[in-house]
């Protein structure tokens, strides 16, 4: 067959890229929130320029729509960062994480049953990689 180290090395480089290229969107989403914090403040300066261009004219509603400008924008800006661009980052780091153990998990198998472990080794070992309450969870199931 083929040299355990050859399958180990393969599999590995795989989940280093699958590892780089998920950091890639992380890195995308978490830039963003930390970028639509800034936007929201451009915004409320220019909606504040705006009010005290308009501050002059002796028309209320003129300041009004400067002052609305400001604040919306704001606001738009601790959304976008708080319930878009943090969120999705957290869930990508957290599916990330979760297909690495995957990975490991499927390393050690392969690994394992190539090197002609006995099934019970292998499930044993296998089930090192997970929490207690599940490894509890798959021996009822009888594995």
């Known amino acids: 067959g083929t040299d355990p180290e050859l399958v180990r090395n ?43 261009k308009n501050l002059g004219s002796g028309d209320p509603s003129a300041i009004g729509a400067g002052m609305a400008a400001a604040l919306i924008t704001t606001l738009y800006g601790s959304l976008g960062a708080n319930l878009v661009a943090i969120p999705v980052q957290r869930k990508l780091e957290l599916r990330s994480a979760e297909e690495q153990v995957v990975k490991a998990i499927m390393i050690e198998g392969i690994l394992s049953i190539q090197s002609g472990d006995n099934p019970r ?21 009888g594995g």
């Not at 480089?13 to 978490?30: C, L, P, V, Y």
């Not at 089930?127 to 798959?138: C, E, I, M, Q």
């Open 121 to 141: 080794i292998v499930k044993d070992k296998l089930s090192s990689f997970l929490p207690p309450s599940d490894r509890a969870s798959l021996d009822e199931v």
């Open 10 to 52: 393969i599999l590995e480089t795989d989940m280093s890229n699958i590892k780089q290229r998920h950091g890639e969107g992380i890195a995308f989403w978490g830039s963003l929130g930390l970028f639509f914090p800034s936007f929201g403040m451009i915004g409320t300066l220019i909606g504040l320029i705006q009010m005290l």
